[in-house]
């Protein structure tokens, strides 16, 4: 009996090195997909500039919708409900729309119509 749990707990073991194995594959042969399509989509001419403008504009959004919780009008209130109004109605709320609003713009102007020009192909 010994010896057989032995046995099995030898199985075991080696069944999870295989699975974690299998699963090392998959992540490879993923990270190796994301990584060519990111190339190709870099050298495929797309500006890959304003993908990097509105990844710029998206953080700087983030980090305005939290400088407008610590704001002093979010701070004054009293908590809960009425911290989320304070903060919304502060010009840093207001800041970070306008750059919410311009990472989408610059977004859909630039590539919404490659990706119908590609659709049609």
């Known amino acids: 009996v010994f010896f057989r749990c032995l046995r099995l707990l030898q199985f075991s ?3 999870h090195r295989l699975l974690a194995m ?3 594959e998959q992540l490879a042969s993923a990270r ?3 990584v060519s399509n990111l ?3 870099l ?3 797309r500006s890959s500039y304003v993908l990097l403008v509105a990844i710029a504009l998206f953080s700087l959004a983030c980090v305005m919708f939290v400088a407008c919780l610590d704001s002093k009008e979010a701070r004054a209130s009293t908590g809960g409900w009425s911290t989320w109004e304070a903060a919304s109605s502060s010009n840093q709320w207001t800041s970070g729309a306008f750059f919410l ?3 989408c713009i610059v977004l859909s102007i630039n590539y919404l119509p ?3 020009g590609q659709s049609s192909d």
Do not use: I, Q, T
Request: charged content about 15%; aromatic content about 24%.
């Open 32 to 34: 190796d997909f994301v």
């Open 39 to 41: 190339f190709s989509f």
């Open 13 to 15: 073991a080696y069944a």
């Open 43 to 45: 050298n495929s001419g």
């Open 101 to 103: 609003s311009a990472g």
């Open 22 to 24: 299998g699963y090392a």
């Open 114 to 116: 490659r990706l119908e």
